[in-house]
């Protein structure tokens, strides 16, 4: 489990459904016993490992473009819940967003070091 920086919650880096109202009613699964989800991107600890060894730049530029595409898969579940014959599928499941490691996401709480890495970053993209 991680800190999901976007609400302060807890992240779970295991996806995650997004199911309609009506099919999450007709699941029959125990909530206190969940089945456990197979990972889509932390498969192999050569994976997990290059996660880790991202750049917060690019942590935070992927999970900016894992949360739009989490964003369009829970509409297209939304549409198909209100009405499933103009959207007869429904969204995918939603991915998990990368971890942040602790000391980067201190970094980020601090609103001094948060802007002077965010205009250091940006002066570098600039150039």
């Not at 932390?42 to 730049?57: C, E, V």
């Not at 509409?75 to 198909?80: D, H, M």
């Not at 998990?96 to 602790?102: M, R």
Request: aromatic share 2%.
């Amino acid at each position: 489990m991680s800190r999901c920086p976007r609400n302060g919650g807890t992240l779970n880096l295991q996806s995650t459904p997004a199911q309609p109202p009506a099919a999450a009613s007709q699941n029959t699964q125990n909530p206190l016993n969940p089945q456990p989800r197979v990972p889509r991107t932390h498969t192999s600890p050569a994976i997990i490992q290059l996660l880790k060894n991202l750049s917060l730049p690019n942590i935070l530029q992927k999970n900016k473009g894992i949360d739009a595409e989490n964003d369009a898969r829970s509409a297209k579940t939304l549409n198909n819940a209100l009405d499933p014959v103009a959207h007869p599928q429904p969204g995918s499941e939603v991915a998990s967003l990368i971890t942040i490691d602790p000391e980067d996401l201190a970094r980020l709480r601090v609103p001094s070091k948060f802007m002077a890495y965010l205009a250091e970053n940006l002066v570098l993209n600039w150039l």
